[in-house]
């Protein structure tokens, strides 16, 4: 099992930078695939970004291609989302997810996911 905690969030200006971290408690921390979703009031939860155990595989939403970073550090059993040149349709709040059960294809969407944090707040101001 794995429980996630995110940290990072806040209030920035546009163009500004955040740096997002989820730390991860559980022994298949470094065999998950890690996502990063973000979610506003009345949408679906959004994917943003996913990284593979060792880091060889990511994959980001058109929306953030090029402006967001997914990294992790198996040995802090963390992952973060460095997020920069944020635009007012960033705000969101943000989650961190697992999947300890690959599928074979790259997880993409809410649902691929067992484990989930409680998000943390991103707002930007234009």
């Known amino acids: 099992q794995v429980q996630l905690v995110e940290s990072g969030g806040g209030l920035v200006q546009a163009g500004g930078s955040l740096r997002l971290s989820c730390a991860a408690s559980?022994?298949?921390?470094?065999?998950?695939?890690m996502g990063w979703f973000r979610q506003t009031p009345g949408k679906e939860r959004e994917f943003v970004a996913v990284i593979s155990w060792n880091g060889g595989t990511r994959f980001y939403a058109d929306s953030v291609k090029g402006r967001f970073a997914i990294s992790r550090d198996n040995a802090k059993n963390t992952v973060y989302l460095q997020m920069n040149s944020l635009k007012p349709e960033d705000t969101a709040v943000y989650y961190c997810?697992?999947?300890?059960?690959?599928?074979?294809?790259?997880?993409?969407?809410?649902?691929?996911?067992?484990?989930w944090g409680q998000g943390t707040q991103v707002t930007v101001s234009s």
């Open positions: 997810a697992a999947d300890e059960k690959y599928s074979g294809s790259i997880p993409l969407y809410s649902y691929d996911y067992e484990y």
């Open positions: 559980g022994r298949t921390f470094s065999r998950s695939f």
